[in-house]
């Protein structure tokens, strides 16, 4: 596609729940990342994911948190047993090399009530 | 894994004024991005700045690269409403973004 395109683009969960969240990257971007943006605060890295390699792993706030990417395209972050300090903008990131930078999806709003 | 820091962390001004915006490392990078994110929406790529010293323009904002690539600013010129937003740096190869200024322009 000509960009990032994330789902869904608000969800809303009871505390407790599992929610999958979707990113297709642009077609052809080897690397993907993932990054939560709590409200009024910058970007946390998650994950990343360059090509067939191991996901770096390395951001994410604990074991409830997991990813993959499947066929080197479509990623789906999962958080198992939402809590509501999970709440926060979910932004997904592609890019072909980090020297010209990352193109990000608008996010998904993750709210836990 | 290199640490950004910004300056200031929030800004406020009145249309027309002039600002500088700073992201400063101890360590040296290779290269740094600037971005902007508007609310409601993903970080943009505004800049990538590579050489010591180099100075970039894109109309009214001039990026500067420190001679040592331990720093970087921003400055925007005659700033307008449409400047809003949090701007971010981040370093290559580093996935890791500083925690941003947010700027307020009043018209």
């Known amino acids: 596609g000509a960009g990032v395109s994330q789902s869904p683009s608000n969800k809303v969960t009871e505390k407790g729940k599992d929610v999958e969240l979707r990113c297709d990257p642009i077609?052809?971007?080897?690397?993907l990342y993932w990054y939560r943006q709590s409200l009024g605060q910058g970007l946390e890295f998650l994950i990343y994911?360059?090509?067939?390699?191991?996901?770096?792993k390395s951001g994410l706030p604990s074991d409830r948190f997991s990813a993959e990417r499947t066929g080197g395209s479509v990623s789906t972050l999962t958080i198992q047993r939402t809590q509501q300090e999970d709440s926060a903008v979910y932004l997904c990131?592609?890019?072909?090399?980090?020297?010209?930078?990352?193109?990000f999806g608008s996010g998904t709003r993750l709210t836990v009530v | 894994t290199q640490l950004l820091e910004q300056s200031p962390q929030f800004l406020s001004i009145q249309e027309g004024e002039n600002l500088t915006v700073y992201c400063n490392s101890s360590?040296?990078?290779?290269?740094l991005q600037w971005y902007r994110q508007e609310p409601g929406e993903g970080p943009v790529l505004l800049v990538t700045?590579?050489?010591?010293?180099e100075v970039k323009k894109l109309k009214r904002l001039t990026f500067q690269f420190g001679d040592a690539r331990k720093d970087s600013s921003l400055h925007i010129t005659a700033a307008q409403p449409g400047d809003t937003g949090l701007y971010l740096c981040?370093?290559?190869?580093?996935?890791?973004f500083g925690a941003g200024t947010r700027l307020t322009v009043k018209p």
């Open positions: 077609s052809g971007h080897t690397a």
């Open positions: 360590s040296v990078f290779s290269s």
């Open positions: 981040a370093a290559k190869g580093d996935m890791r």
């Open positions: 994911f360059q090509g067939n390699s191991a996901p770096d």
């Open positions: 700045v590579v050489t010591g010293g």
């Open positions: 990131a592609s890019s072909l090399d980090p020297a010209h930078g990352y193109t």
